[in-house]
């Protein structure tokens, strides 16, 4: 079946490290990509999305990611981790008109 | 100036009562959206619409009934609540159908006793 994936259910890192959530696709043709993140309590909010074009995704709160077509992964990464990036981070694939949201990734940044 | 608004924030209820959320939005966009968020965090799509029209309806129990009596507003009625609709649904908006970025509401948390 085509989805995405998460395998990572929390990933810990420690403040000014850099972070990485992980994603891997398994869909057929040109995907839709996107980062979102819901903080604790709170609806969901965009960070990036890929359609075409350049690989590297730039997005929001200083967020990147990479699509790999060889790798069929989409992975989130920040340079230095923040205490306040500290959240639940979804993969989200869209494909004829739905959206398929990965199980989540609880990212800990600790001081 | 809230983009995507629902009511109530909090639902706590019996079971096999009728109950309605609601969704505003006033960013313009044509196209909203229902999602279900369970207890492990995960979400799915129950509903889409489009400038009014219903475009993707899921797997959802008829007891759930959306309506859209305008393209600002999309409402989600539930009949007979049962135990298992406990969950929190989300209301989002985008500029089309077509895999534009969506803006989601607070969340409405139910709880069905």
């Known amino acids: 079946a085509q989805s995405v994936a998460q395998p990572e259910d929390q990933v810990n890192v420690a403040e000014g490290n850099p972070l990485t959530v992980k994603c891997t696709y398994s869909v057929s043709g040109n995907p839709y990509l996107f980062w979102y993140v819901q903080y604790p309590n709170r609806g969901l909010q965009f960070l990036l999305k890929y359609i075409t074009g350049d690989n590297l995704v730039k997005g929001s709160y200083g967020f990147e990611a990479e699509f790999n077509k060889s790798q069929t992964s989409f992975h989130l990464k920040k340079p230095s981790a923040l205490v306040s990036d500290s959240a639940l981070y979804f993969c989200v694939w869209y494909n004829f008109n739905k959206f398929y949201f990965g199980s989540g990734t609880k990212l800990n940044v600790k001081p | 100036d809230t983009a995507v608004s629902q009511t109530p924030k909090y639902l706590v209820t019996q079971m096999g009562n009728d109950k309605s959320i609601k969704c505003e939005q006033n960013?313009?966009?044509?196209?909203m959206y229902w999602y279900k968020q369970d207890s492990k965090k995960f979400l799915k799509i129950m509903f889409s619409?489009?400038?009014?029209?219903?475009?993707i309806n899921e797997t959802v129990p008829n007891r759930f009934s959306p309506k859209s009596p305008d393209k600002a507003h999309l409402n989600l009625h539930i009949n007979s609540l049962e135990l298992g609709d406990s969950a929190v649904y989300f209301c989002a908006s985008s500029q089309g159908p077509g895999g534009e970025t969506q803006y989601f509401g607070p969340g409405t948390r139910l709880l069905v006793l």
């Open positions: 619409y489009n400038n009014k029209e219903l475009i």
């Open positions: 960013l313009g966009h044509d196209t």
